[in-house]
């Protein structure tokens, strides 16, 4: 049989916003502008695919911050599926001798994505998710199916939180140094971060507990009897502290604030 040779599969991915209020939440606010700086949807996606590799590396307290990022996406999701339901069912009770076309805008924004891995795809459908939502109130109030306050609420409901998501990895601290492996040891590596970070709840640190979409590991982790933390020690991550973000993270939590997702006392921010 002859050899197969078969190129890498490709393809081109750009994103369509339509209004400003998605648009603005997409680039955010940058200190230039002598403003207090907003945390945009493209460094959300920088800094999320930052803790994904991290989390490859076998960083239990990157896995940590992956499940954070999972808490924050259904948070948002669970806000904006309802006001976007609403506004469809608003717009649906539009007297049928109207006809009204979908409100596109004339001059649209668009822009490649690069999420960098699943957890930024899911920010990018927020973000579309919300887009939407904005048309639709915009079209509601304009051909007066609901009220200016209606819209106002609505609106301020839904931006505070795709925002939200935006600035949930601002404060992530970057690549801790340590693996599972430091903290079944109990070495001086491990120690040291407990200090810095506070500790992580038994099943993060066995690897028990990992978000739907975290890497495999490059060192193996303890299993449950369900198979789940399974890793592969030839995979190999490309080293990510060669990227170059967008923006610098914020500084990292106070010594003791980091108890993880499932420590007590925990919030997400």
């Known amino acids: 049989m002859a050899e197969i040779a078969v190129g890498a599969l490709r393809s081109k991915i750009e994103l369509t916003l339509h209004t400003y209020h998605a648009t603005r939440t997409w680039w955010g606010r940058g200190v230039e502008s002598g403003k207090p700086q907003i945390i945009g949807m493209r460094q959300y996606l920088a800094l999320a695919g930052r803790i994904q590799q991290n989390a490859a590396k076998d960083d239990p307290y990157a896995d940590d ?3 954070r990022i999972d808490a924050k996406l259904d948070e948002v999701r669970n806000i904006l599926d309802p006001i976007y339901k609403w506004s469809m069912d608003v717009l649906a009770d539009v007297p049928e001798e109207l006809n009204i076309e ?6 649209p924004f668009k822009t490649g994505v690069y999420p960098g891995g699943q957890q930024g795809w899911q920010g990018i459908h927020l973000l579309i998710r919300y887009d939407r939502v904005v048309r639709n109130i915009l079209l509601a109030q304009h051909i007066a199916m609901i009220t200016r306050e209606e819209a106002h609420e609505k609106l301020r409901v839904s931006g505070n939180a795709i925002r939200s998501l935006c600035t949930s990895t601002q404060r992530y601290p970057g690549l801790s140094g340590t693996t ?8 001086a590596r491990a120690r040291a971060a407990i200090d810095k970070w506070g500790e992580l709840h ?5 690897g028990a507990r990992r978000s ?3 890497p495999i590991a490059r060192t193996p982790v303890a299993t449950t009897e369900s198979g789940s933390g399974i890793a592969d020690t030839k995979s190999a991550a490309p080293d990510l502290d060669q990227l170059q973000l967008e923006v610098q993270a914020a500084k990292p939590e106070e010594a003791g604030s980091g108890q993880g ?6 919030e997400l921010e």
């Open 180 to 187: 599972r492996d430091d903290f079944a040891a109990q070495n």
């Open 65 to 67: 911050w992956m499940l």
């Open 212 to 214: 739907p979409y975290a």
């Open 261 to 266: 997702l499932l420590g007590e006392g925990d």
């Open 202 to 206: 038994p099943d993060v640190l066995s």
């Open 102 to 107: 979908e409100n596109i805008s004339q001059k």
